[in-house]
């Protein structure tokens, strides 16, 4: 499978899309939450939903390119292949942190599977 630098960046893109909506969802269930402060923020469930799909399907494709007990550290689009490290390197959690964090927003089992794959010991 060729990644192209393109795919790197919707991929940057969704990564920070997850987190933004999460936080979004959380402030619309949240009890003191107002119509008000909401409108100003409206994003709807549809679309969130639709961020975290697009990034559960770009996360499990990545894993289809990584090495058992090798973390994604960057992209090298000229090479078409990801640097990765082992898990001493600072980012290492990033990776199994954020298919957690899809997991629980999709239910989706390879999600999970990943993550307790990168976390074995």
Do not use: H
């Amino acid at each position: 499978m060729k990644i192209n630098s393109i795919k790197i960046g919707a991929f940057l893109v969704c990564f920070s899309l997850i987190i933004s909506c999460k936080d979004v969802k959380k402030e619309a269930s949240a009890e003191n939450a107002t119509a008000e402060n909401l409108s100003e923020k409206a994003i709807s469930d549809e679309k969130i939903d639709s961020v975290f799909a697009l990034g559960s399907e770009k996360y499990l494709k990545m894993s289809e390119n990584l090495e058992k007990k090798k973390f994604p550290k960057t992209y090298i689009p000229e090479e078409d292949k990801f640097e990765t490290s082992d898990s001493g390197w600072w980012t290492s959690g990033f990776y199994p942190g954020t298919l957690f964090y899809l997991y629980e927003e999709t239910d989706q089992e390879p999600l999970l599977t990943e993550a307790e794959r990168m976390l074995e010991d």
